[in-house]
């Protein structure tokens, strides 16, 4: 059961670095962060800031919709970001090894679209810590609410 860590209304690239930079203070190897949201929202970006949070030095490679996962080595370890976007059956999140990330390696796994595999979903949900980072965005006056909820 996930229960509310921080809810946050964002207007700017600013204040979305901001909410990623305090979630990453909280995260430790193992965890799952679940990034959820329409298109265009922020997912990506909040994925970018939250790295740069952790002190991965390289660039962030945004992204990985078409590579489905980038690693990244932080001062904490291993980490993985992971789009499952453009995946068509949990069939291939098998055979591209997405798998090894949650339960062969200790790493702090990042996704986005992890949702559209709800079997998949409910195995890494309950496989370890995870935060749920729900973005809903607000068109008629552009700000974004950042609904971040919490498991042990």
């Not at 204040?15 to 962060?33: H, I, M, N, P």
């Not at 909040?46 to 996962?69: C, D, K, N, W, Y």
Request: with cysteine; net charge negative.
């Amino acid at each position: 059961m996930h229960q509310l860590w921080k809810v946050a209304s964002v207007y700017s690239e600013t204040q979305l670095a901001e909410c990623a930079e305090s979630l990453g203070k909280e995260l430790q190897l193992g965890d799952r962060v679940l990034l959820e949201g329409p298109m265009g929202v922020g997912k990506t970006t909040f994925a970018r800031a939250l790295l740069l949070a952790m002190g991965v030095h390289q660039p962030p490679e945004g992204s990985p919709t078409f590579a489905i996962a980038h690693e990244y080595q932080a001062p904490i370890g291993g980490m993985v970001h992971i789009d499952y976007y453009r995946m068509r059956s949990e069939i291939e999140i098998e055979e591209a090894g997405i798998p090894a990330y949650y339960w062969e390696r200790n790493l702090l796994v990042i996704s986005e679209w992890l949702s559209s595999w709800p079997l998949f979903e409910k195995q890494v949900l309950g496989s370890g810590r995870s935060w749920k980072v729900n973005f809903l965005f607000h068109f008629n006056n552009a700000d974004r609410i950042i609904e971040i909820k919490k498991s042990e």
